[in-house]
């Protein structure tokens, strides 16, 4: 008896044991036992995102991705003029016609979001980024203050 009173959690669920060793009374047990610890985990189950985060110290991923993309961008206006991704940031194709109906964003359209979220203009980014360090801790701010 001392064998079926330390099944682990995982040998119940998969049922690797019981076919061959345990009784219909113990797997009831079990099985009982088992739904009482769900119905206790419950609450936890029903907390919002928010408070998770704030009870472990994460930040939103999206906080996460719009940071990469502001140091990106440092990045390339810190590059030679001559360098491709930093023409391609003021590319204009010429002739080129959007399709009717709302244009899709592209990279541009997202960080002059981005941009205007964090209270920059494009000059005051062109001049900040030159100091990799400073820009690195103005986006942290901003992105910290974005919330």
Known sequence: ???????????????VLFE???????ITKKSRSFKLTNIAMAPLAQEKNEEVRKRTGQIRLEEVIRERRMRWLGHVTRMDEVRI???????????????????RMNWGDVVKKDLQRMG??????????????????????CIGNAE
């Open 1 to 15: 008896m001392f064998f079926f009173t330390h099944l682990s959690l995982l040998e119940l669920l998969c049922g």
């Open 20 to 26: 061959n060793l345990c009784s219909q009374q113990i």
């Open 85 to 103: 991704p930093k023409e391609a940031l003021h590319w204009e194709v010429a002739g080129f016609r959007r399709r009717p109906g709302r244009p």
């Open 120 to 141: 920059l203009t494009w000059e005051e980014v062109e001049t900040s980024a030159q100091g990799r360090h400073s820009w690195r801790q103005r986006v942290a701010l």
